[in-house]
């Protein structure tokens, strides 16, 4: 039985990339194999899947340049997918992992993928948590980006106004906690917005046939952000992959529905 983690210590290091050019700031947690998290659009948050994992794995969870609260500037070092695809093995060889499980969720997931695609031996497995990448006319992709604030729970969840999502968008009571929060929050969504926008399709589709890690593609039943056709569109063009669709779950069933999703990827790493 699958019950809520407690939350474990985290710790943070900055590790230092590209000539000296960028420091990544790694969040860590956990003890056992290693395992890298690749965050999404929205930026890092440190919520009971993590959690979860770190009582089995040590935990390794870089922020995307640009989403380090005081270093809003880094995206602006790499202005090129492929470069930011080498900055991020670049920070697994720093770390020291060797074959580590890869999770990845939104961007993170189409991160993690580019990852497996351009270093085929590099991940031990890997998730993907309804990652972006692909993109058919007859499925498109919302964007976060250009988003009205009253649609962006329900592009994020299923229940948009049950208490799961409305305790993940709460932003702090502290007035000035919360500017920052939802400034934070924008800025995240334009340092990763600048490799996907306007289309999340850099010519993924034609890389997915490299990676040779067994896969795992999961995907809310009901994500109105990224629809659920693009799980088997993503297993189609993976040799080793199975797909693992979570009921009652939107963009987020990581969170939505915690205990469904990790009761999946378990039992896919176990």
Known sequence: MTTEPTQPEVREETVTVWNGRLDIRVKTAGSGPPLLYLHGATGLVWDPFLAHLAGQYSVYAPEFPGTSAGDPDAVHVV???????????????????????IVGHDFGGMLAAELAAHFPDLPGKLVLLAPLGLWREDMPVASLMTASQDKVPGLLFHDSTGEIAQAALAFPEDPEAAVAAAAG?????GSTGKFVWPIPDRGLRARLHRVAADTLVVWGREDSLVPVGYADEFAGHLARSTVAVVEDSGHLPQIEQFKQTVAKVEEFLR
Do not use: C, F, N
Not at 80 to 100: A, F, K, Q, T
Not at 185 to 189: A, E, G, I, K
């Open 79 to 101: 202005d090129d997918l492929s470069d930011m695809v080498l900055v991020h093995e670049e920070v697994i060889r720093r770390l020291g992992l060797e074959r580590p499980v």
């Open 185 to 189: 929050m924008v800025w995240s969504l």
